[in-house]
């Protein structure tokens, strides 16, 4: 049994609905689920088989399989989402995992682009869909391989690839 708080070093399931929500603010799994399923048209049963949780205030991490909540550990399958700020954030791990089933809101690069995404560089580009997160992604050996994490704005692909994952290839 949980108790109805945040608590930085235990990680608590996510509920599935929000009729079951204990904590305030915290994200449901259908909420979580609906969020990739509206963003990235990735369908709702690719997340099958995954439990939610969320550990301190607004992070959230996913692991293939069950465990029994709540969890006193350092890790939990891997970082997911952010949320409990005003536009949720995927985490690159996850557009990397979970990207390649993305259907809308993926800016597919050239190979030059790609080159200047993973290297962390901002560019100007000519894409039409929605501002926001996006799956940045370029084809390699005839499939669609998620490179992480952009912010596109006003004609801008912003590189959000964490400094220490940044590759000059």
């Known amino acids: 049994m949980t108790d109805a708080t945040n608590d930085g070093q235990r990680f608590d399931r996510l509920p599935a609905t929000a009729d079951e929500r204990e904590v305030e603010g915290r994200a449901t799994r259908e909420e979580v689920v609906d969020w990739w399923v509206d963003r990235f048209g990735v369908p709702r049963e690719t997340f099958d088989g995954f439990s939610f949780w969320e550990k301190g205030k607004g992070k959230i991490w996913v692991l293939r399989g069950e465990v029994e909540s709540p969890l006193r550990i350092e890790a939990l399958g891997m970082t997911f989402l952010r949320t ?4 949720w954030k995927p985490t690159t791990n996850a557009v990397q995992r979970f990207g390649r089933h ?3 809101n993926v800016v597919e690069l050239d190979r030059e682009q790609a080159r200047a995404f993973a290297s962390g560089e901002d560019q100007d580009l000519d894409w039409d869909g929605d501002w926001g997160y996006v799956v940045a992604a370029q084809e390699v050996a005839g499939d669609r391989e998620p490179l992480g994490v952009g912010l596109f704005l006003r004609g801008e692909l912003q590189s959000l690839v964490p400094k220490g994952r940044r590759r000059d290839i």
């Open 84 to 87: 409990r700020q005003e536009h």
């Open 102 to 104: 993305a259907t809308r």
